[in-house]
T-cell receptor
Framework: EAQVTQNPRYLITVTGKKLTVTCSQN?????MSWYRQDPGLGLRQIYY???????DKGDVPEGYKVSRKEKRNFPLILESPSPNQTSLYFC??????????????FGPGTRLTVL | GQNIDQPTEMTATEGAIVQINCTYQ??????LFWYQQHAGEAPTFLSYNVLDGLEEKGRFSSFLSRSKGYSYLLLKELQMKDSASYLC??????????FGPGTRLSVLP
């Protein structure tokens, strides 16, 4: 089944304790992205990647790191989480954007709470 | 700066037609997207416009006017399962995405 998977789905942690949220897709997509979703603010893009070893900042990259060493994986790293990073996180992937191919497929989400 | 506006909430009756508007001001434009998101679930793709005009896809249509920075999503023959949030998003030249705050649609019997 074609899908985007995220782990963990739920995480409660404490301030300053490094964590990684994994994202993997099995559709051979070039484009991958991380978003956070907060009430009243909608989805905000954190980082995106056009292909292996190519990453770019979105609107809210502060406090986050990413890497794209393999096409299928795009982990999100919080080196020192803070309470303002409590949010619902979505990973998404799509084929290389063209005029005809534009659909992003979203993972199920990871609900993170930082105490 | 980048700004996308949508109404926060809308209510409509089953079987009716509803239009959800989206206005945008972005530094670059490389397509406008509509996504549907049911409560507690991930967004799913509905439509994409890059040229002015109307794109129709079954009960859903999306319109774009680039000169006005304006789009709308039209939902026909509303069903209860259409109760969801509808997200407008603009893709920039760098393939980044900016989403609006979303419109929560409630369909009443």
């Amino acid at each position: 089944e074609a899908q985007v998977t995220q782990n963990p789905r739920y995480l409660i942690t404490v301030t300053g304790k490094k964590l990684t949220v994994t994202c993997s897709q099995n559709m051979n997509h070039e484009y991958m992205s991380w978003y956070r979703q907060d009430p009243g603010l909608g989805l905000r893009q954190i980082y995106y990647s056009m292909n292996v070893e190519v990453t770019d900042k979105g609107d809210v990259p502060e406090g986050y790191k990413v890497s794209r060493k393999e096409k299928r994986n795009f982990p999100l790293i919080l080196e020192s989480p803070s309470p303002n990073q409590t949010s619902l996180y979505f990973c998404a992937s799509s084929p290389k954007p063209t005029r005809l191919i534009n659909e992003q497929f979203f993972g199920p989400g990871t609900r993170l709470t930082v105490l | 700066g980048q700004n996308i506006d949508q109404p926060t909430e809308m209510t409509a009756t089953e079987g009716a037609i509803v239009q959800i508007n989206c206005t945008y001001q972005t530094s670059g434009f490389n397509g406008l997207f509509w996504y549907q998101q049911h409560a507690g679930e991930a967004p799913t793709f509905l439509s994409y416009n890059v040229l002015d005009g109307l794109e129709e896809k079954g009960r859903f249509s999306s319109f774009l006017s680039r000169s006005k920075g304006y789009s709308y999503l039209l939902l026909k023959e509303l069903q209860m399962k259409d109760s969801a949030s509808y997200l407008c998003a603009v893709r920039g030249y760098g393939q980044n995405f900016v989403f609006g705050p979303g419109t929560r649609l409630s369909v009443l019997p």
